[in-house]
């Protein structure tokens, strides 16, 4: 939005000089018009028929068009009729300036085919003027929300994508090849590094047999930025360039303060800008916590076959990976449901765009401002918060410790956030919620277990059915139940479900069963199933109504215990 301002605001818009296209069959007036926005700043294109309108503007694109109704040909209704039939043109907008349509029914009608304002001639200059910014301030206030939303679904798809892997190659393979493709870039190269900053890993994609090699170590000393070719400097990042590429683009991969390697792109044509360097750092961010991730999981296969001579040394080591697939699992489970969470996002942010283009149109046309339609705005923006609140509720890592909790009511907020999953499957919630005491359990954990839960059964149930959720007191435990009405799980699979790494699912971790097993023994509770191949699944999940006395190795390995 700031960008949209300074752009705007003075006689000479920064940068690039916004791009007018004035239609009208009236050689004065074209002159005119002309005239007033050169000296704005603008620059202008010129047609004087309707035919000659819709060309120019499938050709040149430009950022606004001012339209005469009466032309030869083809009137201004149906340029405006065409130009909103294209996809490409659909989004320029439409000044009509005539003296012509002072007719109610005639506004009605060219608003109606997709004009965005009027103006009658007669005109003032600097009324005209006032029009046209406001409408560009819109116009760019929408594009940059546009790319703001495009960004913000690419980097939920590509975390959902890089925390889906474990292997260390297709994780390193998967992010060179992302980061290349969503930036535009002609080569990029990647390079992880030890804990003594040596080499141990090194991939480039692009390029060919000429592609130019590097070592992380010196670009490392640099601060993420880019750079060109007319003003690199010296050294080694023009030696990079070298006469193939005109600019480049780097960022370091950090996990927890520890630099992991490097990301270096290039580029022929277009440099790259500061809109992408921020974009690329996020997919850094998301990266290196996936590179982390697999790093962590080769350690834990090492493990498995090494276990007795490792254990000693290895203690410290174990306990970290523990805890990073704990949020491991929980990043995978919020990727599962990005798009509902994305959908929901969307909908109040169509809302506030529409809320604060009708705010500048009443303040540039000196109106006072909608109340009630600045309301709306607010009330949607808090919604936002709501969501993204929930989300980074269930995101960020334990906070430990045990408290008196309803269990029912972490059920409902489980429900909350997998709301768009359900309906998008096709799958219908019954709630059973019997009047249960609270047990002293970890929050945090237990959502963490009921999630995995209700997405097991949607995963379950691929052409939508019943889940049916009931919880209730069985003697000394309080008891949750989860019963679909999916596909079931062969009988000699049932003993192997809660090992890690073990999933009837081609596309599942393995991950998600095993850390519930783990978190819920931790309460001194546990999990029971019962299943039948097309008919359904049930887990019901058991846990002891007094807590427990103390915190068990198995809570501390999974970030939950308070010591």
């Known amino acids: 939005m700031r960008e949209c301002e300074e752009s705007l605001n003075g006689n000479v818009p920064a940068g690039e000089a916004p791009r007018l296209l004035i239609a009208d069959d009236d050689p004065n007036v074209v002159n005119l018009l002309r005239h007033i926005m050169e000296r704005e700043g603008f620059s202008v294109l010129e047609a004087y028929n309707g035919e000659?309108?819709?060309?120019?503007?499938?050709?040149?694109?430009?950022d606004l068009i001012l339209l005469d109704v009466q032309m030869p040909g083809m009137d201004g209704f149906e340029v405006v009729k065409r130009l909103r039939a294209d996809e490409n043109t659909s989004h320029i907008p439409v000044i009509v300036i005539t003296a012509a349509a002072k007719e109610p029914e005639d506004v009605v009608l060219g608003l109606g085919l997709g004009?965005?304002?009027?103006?009658?001639?007669?005109?003032?200059?600097?009324?005209?003027?006032?029009?046209?910014?406001?409408?560009?301030?819109?116009?760019?206030?929408?594009?940059?929300?546009?790319?703001?939303?495009a960004e913000l679904e690419a980097?939920?798809?590509?975390?959902?994508?890089?925390?889906?892997r474990l292997d260390l190659d297709e994780v390193v393979e998967s992010v060179l090849h992302i980061a290349c493709d969503e930036l535009g870039a002609d080569y990029g190269?990647?390079?992880?590094?030890?804990?003594?900053?040596?080499?141990?890993?090194?991939?480039?994609?692009g390029g060919g047999d000429r592609a130019p090699s590097f070592e992380a170590g010196p670009l490392l000393e640099l601060e993420p930025g880019l750079i060109t070719s007319c003003d690199a400097p010296d050294g080694l990042v023009r030696e990079l360039l070298g006469d193939r590429f005109t600019s480049a683009a780097w960022a370091p991969f950090v996990h927890r303060d520890v630099v992991l390697g490097l990301l270096i792109l290039f580029r022929n044509g277009r440099p790259f800008d500061e809109h992408e360097l921020r974009f690329m750092r996020s997919v850094v961010e998301q990266a290196a916590l996936a590179i982390r991730n697999a790093e962590l999981y080769d350690k834990l296969r090492h493990y498995a076959t090494n276990l007795e001579e490792m254990v000693e040394a290895r203690?410290?080591?174990?306990?970290?990976?523990?805890?990073?697939?704990v949020l491991s699992e929980k990043l995978a489970a919020l990727g599962r449901i990005s798009a509902g969470i994305a959908h929901e996002v969307n909908n109040p942010l169509q809302s506030i765009r529409n809320c604060l283009e009708l705010a500048l149109e009443d303040l540039d046309a000196g109106r006072p401002v909608d109340r009630e339609m600045l309301q709306v705005a607010e009330r949607d923006v808090k919604r936002i918060a709501e969501i993204v609140t929930r989300m980074l509720d269930f995101a960020r890592p334990s906070r430990g410790g045990r408290a008196k909790v309803d269990v029912s009511a972490l059920v409902s907020d489980v429900l909350s956030l997998v709301r768009k999953q359900l309906e998008h499957s096709g799958v219908r919630v019954e709630r059973v919620f019997g009047d249960v005491p609270p047990v002293v359990a970890s929050a945090d954990q237990l959502k963490q277990v009921f999630l995995n839960m209700v997405l097991n059964a949607i995963a379950a149930m691929p052409d939508g059915g019943t889940l049916r959720i009931e919880t209730g007191r069985a003697e000394r435990h309080v008891f949750v139940r989860f019963e679909d009405s999916g596909c079931g799980i062969p009988p000699d699979a049932i003993p192997h479900i809660f090992e890690p790494f073990y999933s009837t699912r081609p596309d599942g971790t393995g991950l998600g069963l095993a850390i519930s097993h783990s978190l819920i023994e931790a309460h001194n509770g546990r999990i029971e199933v019962e299943s039948e191949v097309g008919r359904g699944t049930v887990f019901t999940i058991l846990l002891p109504l007094h807590g427990v006395a103390g915190v068990s190795e198995v809570e501390r390995l999974a970030g939950g215990g308070s010591g």
């Open 155 to 164: 980097l939920v798809r590509i975390g959902s994508t890089l925390n889906a």
């Open 115 to 149: 004009a965005d304002d009027y103006v009658l001639k007669p005109f003032m200059p600097r009324e005209l003027v006032a029009r046209v910014r406001a409408k560009l301030r819109a116009r760019m206030l929408e594009k940059s929300l546009q790319r703001r939303t």
């Open 52 to 62: 000659r309108t819709c060309d120019l503007a499938a050709q040149y694109l430009p």
């Open 315 to 325: 203690t410290v080591e174990l306990k970290e990976a523990q805890q990073q697939l």
């Open 189 to 205: 190269m990647l390079q992880l590094l030890d804990e003594d900053g040596r080499p141990i890993l090194s991939r480039h994609t």
